[in-house]
């Protein structure tokens, strides 16, 4: 149509185009209306670049905010770090003991016994127990149907409980010295679902971390003794 503006419209499928940062003054505006906009935000501090102490009180204070952010930082990792460490040597002390409880069932006569009467001292807890929801041996307490399935989960062999539950069943006489617990599954060759519980006093002794592999170990080693 003669004296129509043509105007051209952007393919659907093109790119968007770039977004302008804020200009330097429109940031300055802005936190000049929010004031306490980092403040609220102390992790945008390490982002920033510290301002010289020269040019008075406010900006001295700002500096600080950002030292302190920094420090908080560090010291979150420092404590990341040292958690690291103490399981790591936990796990390693643990290790050691289980090696020692496996060479007691290589000689025991009575693996029942041995379970409750040594391994105890040997892995450094108050309790060892073995239960079955079919119980074939005597001094073997008797579990619901199920219940191993329902405490273990699906696919895990062992697990520890630093808020253990139903521990007069689990753990018999030493329920009330028992802090934390470990849940071990004993894989029998008759196939009766059946558990070792270890309960402890000390946290230490039964470490969350780097410990399920190796208690999964030792209920192995518990069924090749039971079977022998």
Same mark, same amino acid.
């Given at each position: 149509?003669?004296?129509? /503006? ?6 659907? %499928? ?14 300055? @505006? ?8 980092? @403040? /609220?935000?102390? %992790?945008?501090?390490? @982002? ?11 900006? $001295? ?25 103490? !399981? ?43 239960? !079955? ?48 617990? $470990? ?40 069924? !090749?003794?039971? !079977?022998?």
């Amino acid at each position: 149509m003669p004296g129509a /503006e043509l105007v051209l419209l952007p393919a659907p %499928d093109a790119a968007p185009l770039p977004v302008a940062p804020p200009a330097p003054e429109a940031v300055a @505006a802005f936190l000049r209306a929010n004031p306490d906009f980092l @403040a /609220e935000r102390p %992790d945008l501090f390490r @982002a920033l670049t510290p301002p010289q102490r020269i040019h008075g009180e406010r900006l $001295a204070d700002h500096m600080a905010a950002m030292l302190a952010a920094e420090r908080r930082r560090i010291r979150s990792l420092e404590a990341e770090v040292d958690a690291a460490v103490t !399981a790591g040597r936990a796990g390693h002390g643990l290790s050691i003991r289980v090696r020692l409880a496996v060479l007691a069932l290589m000689r025991a006569q009575d693996v029942v016994e041995t379970v409750t009467e040594e391994l105890p001292a040997l892995l450094g807890v108050e309790s060892c127990t073995l239960l !079955a929801e079919t119980p074939d041996r005597r001094g073997v307490p008797k579990l619901p149907r199920g219940m191993v399935a329902a405490l273990l989960g699906p696919g895990k062999d062992a697990l520890v409980r630093p808020a253990p539950t139903d521990i007069e069943l689990l753990h018999q006489e030493a329920a009330s010295l028992v802090m934390r617990d $470990a849940l071990v599954r004993v894989p029998v060759w008759t196939g009766h679902p059946t558990l070792m519980t270890l309960g402890a006093r000390d946290p230490q002794a039964l470490p969350t971390r780097q410990a399920t592999a190796t208690l999964a170990f030792l209920g192995r080693a518990v069924a !090749a003794a039971l !079977a022998r």
